[in-house]
T-cell receptor, first 113, second 111 residues
Framework: GQQLNQSPQSMFIQEGEDVSMNCTSSSIFNTWLWYKQDPGEGPVLLIALYKAGELTSNGRLTAQFGITRKDSFLNISASIPSDVGIYFC?????????????FGKGITLSVRP | DGGITQSPKYLFRKEGQNVTLSCEQNLNHDAMYWYRQDPGQGLRLIYYSQIVNDFQKGDIAEGYSVSREKKESFPLTVTSAQKNPTAFYLCASQGSNQPQHFGDGTRLSIL
């Protein structure tokens, strides 16, 4: 099946820095989702985006739904040690049988204190 | 406390044995999903169900089976036909016009 493009596979930043992650697709989606996964746990939803061009914030997190509907980015500002984890993007066509999520492979974020 | 409960947290399978992973949700969601996660990989869809008594194969259904007899429950059986079952298994559910939410996962290992 299709996968979304997330790169690089790993990112290393200093505590207090901002970081931006991008996610791209060859096909369009009606919904973009960003999840964070801690080791041995299930992914937790960070931000959901439902409209092209939409910019949504959740605390220090900001995400945008690309105008072309083929990409999204997630920005984390003023990083802290607990931001460590794997960040997945996911796209979905929210209509009937096409309700499956398509995931990226995830970006592992490390934060140096 | 509402949510998605997966059990057990850790599971061990002997060669030639079938094992069943449990997933229960009390969110009244219609749709439920099973994913497999391997190190360095994204989540791959095994099976999904959008309504009781109906389910569909995902991208990697071979060697797995599911049932959806109740809205709250979507158990996954890893059969002996699945030759590489060691992985982290995630269950998710989704309500109408809502994003998917995940359980805490079950880690399956081979003895």
């Amino acid at each position: 099946g299709q996968q979304l493009n997330q790169s690089p596979q790993s990112m290393f930043i200093q505590e207090g820095e901002d970081v931006s992650m991008n996610c791209t697709s060859s096909s369009i989606f009606n919904t973009w989702l960003w999840y964070k996964q801690d080791p041995g746990e299930g992914p937790v939803l960070l931000i959901a985006l439902y409209k092209a061009g939409e910019l949504t914030s959740n605390g220090r997190l900001t995400a945008q739904f690309g105008i072309t509907r083929k990409d999204s980015f997630l920005n984390i500002s003023a990083s802290i040690p607990s931001d460590v984890g794997i960040y997945f993007c996911a796209g979905q066509l929210m209509s009937g049988a096409n309700s499956k999520l398509t995931f990226g492979k995830g970006i592992t974020l490390s934060v140096r204190p | 406390d509402g949510g998605i409960t997966q059990s057990p947290k850790y599971l061990f399978r002997k060669e030639g044995q079938n094992v069943t992973l449990s997933c229960e949700q009390n969110l009244n969601h219609d749709a439920m999903y099973w994913y497999r996660q391997d190190p360095g990989q994204g989540l791959r869809l095994i099976y999904y169900s959008q309504i009781v008594n109906d389910f569909q194969k995902g991208d990697i259904a071979e060697g797995y089976s599911v049932s959806r007899e109740k809205k709250e429950s979507f158990p996954l059986t890893v059969t002996s036909a699945q030759k590489n079952p060691t992985a982290f298994y995630l269950c998710a559910s989704q309500g109408s016009n809502q994003p998917q939410h995940f359980g805490d996962g079950t880690r399956l290992s081979i003895l």
